[in-house]
């Protein structure tokens, strides 16, 4: 009688949502929803940081069911580390291109995993030498609806996307309304830079004066742009700023680059100014305010001009001035002044950015060499 009525028991069961455990004669319901506590593993702890070894992570639940296989449920995870690196979205491996030891945690709906793994990438010096940057060239204006999109996904890159990006604002005129842009001759140097890389509107962003993308990009599509670049393009220099003072009516800027393979390379440099004021334009946080906007270039701004070559290990320095004319700034304007000085590189097809650092007014930057 035991017997019937436990497979009477099942049958009723089984006509409800989920799965049976008939463990002493007890039937357990496993619900359809994924159930907290969460496991995370992964299945290496220790990674070559050469941007291409990969560690494969999974996330469990208490029914030891695998998640990220499920792709509707992978859509709501998240997989980050304490030093903001991600795994992408969507995808369950991480690369890493930095030296550190990263813990990671999951993210389903809101519930943390029970548990962080720790990843620890190694051996950057070995592939890369000097620390890269990579630069983002935002091709914008007060007028764009669409560019403050842009600018918040770059205000919301990981910590690791900002600590190897240099973000300049290349303001573009339309009827005369932005007060902010520079002109190449007859055209705004927004448009100029977006029209030489075939950008397709407002706004549009450039990657290491190479590539361009247009619209306003998600976050997580910048930061695989530049782990991409990084990977792809490792820096072969390093860059050195001696000093960013202002010398009679002109700020004089004296910069110095080493390269770690030998190469032909051409150092370019532009001025930037945080704080400036608009408020009839759309910025980022609608305050009218606008940051990281590019007030003066060199000559050799947009790609390799007139380098010189340089032997593996070997050193060059070059000097850059911008003359106020009339209207130096009062040291108190001079504070929210900045220089970006960056490295164009000679190569088959033409040139490509390799390294960038910026350098605030009356401070310098020595070299930074990967550990």
């Not at 290491?208 to 306003?216: E, H, L, R």
Request: aromatic share 10%.
């Amino acid at each position: 009688m035991k017997k019937l009525l436990y497979a009477a028991a099942v049958a009723l069961l089984a006509a409800c949502s989920g799965q049976i455990d008939p463990e002493d004669d007890q039937p357990v319901v496993i619900p359809d929803e994924y159930t907290a506590p969460f496991t995370l593993s992964a299945d290496k702890t220790h990674v070559e940081a050469d941007g291409k070894e990969t560690v494969t992570f999974s996330l469990k639940d208490a029914y030891d069911r695998e998640m990220l296989s499920d792709k509707k449920a992978l859509q709501s995870i998240n997989i980050v580390s304490d030093k903001g690196t991600r795994v992408p979205r969507m995808q369950t491996t991480a690369t890493f291109i930095s030296n550190g030891t990263y813990s990671f945690s999951a993210t389903f709906k809101g519930e943390k995993s029970a548990n962080t793994v720790e990843v620890e990438a190694r051996n950057r010096a070995k592939y890369e030498v000097f620390h890269r940057n990579v630069g983002l060239f935002k091709c914008t204006s007060v007028w764009c609806v669409a560019c403050p999109s842009l600018g918040k996904s770059l205000h919301n890159l990981d910590d690791s996307s900002k600590e190897h990006s240099v973000v300049l604002a290349l303001h573009g005129n339309f009827n005369d309304a932005d007060p902010f842009s520079l002109y190449v001759g007859d055209t705004d140097l927004g448009s100029y830079v977006m029209g030489y890389f075939r950008g397709q509107g407002w706004p549009t962003l450039v990657y290491d004066m190479n590539v361009a993308s247009t619209g306003a990009a998600s976050t997580t599509d910048i930061e695989a742009e530049i782990m991409e670049r990084r990977v792809e393009s490792p820096a072969t220099c390093g860059i050195k700023v001696t000093s960013v003072a202002v010398e009679g009516t002109a700020l004089k800027v004296k910069a110095s680059l080493k390269s770690s393979t030998g190469g032909d390379y051409d150092l370019a440099c532009a001025v930037l100014r945080n704080g400036l004021e608009f408020p009839g334009g759309y910025s980022v946080n609608d305050d009218g305010i606008y940051d990281e906007v590019v007030v003066a270039l060199s000559e050799s701004f947009i790609g390799y001009y007139k380098g010189e070559s340089v032997e593996k290990d070997g050193e060059i320095s070059e000097e850059f001035s911008f003359d106020f004319g009339e209207k130096v700034p009062s040291q108190k304007e001079l504070d929210s002044y900045y220089v970006a000085v960056y490295a164009h590189r000679k190569i088959s097809e033409g040139s490509t950015m390799d390294n960038i650092v910026t350098c605030g007014y009356g401070q310098s930057v020595d070299y930074h060499y990967n550990d």
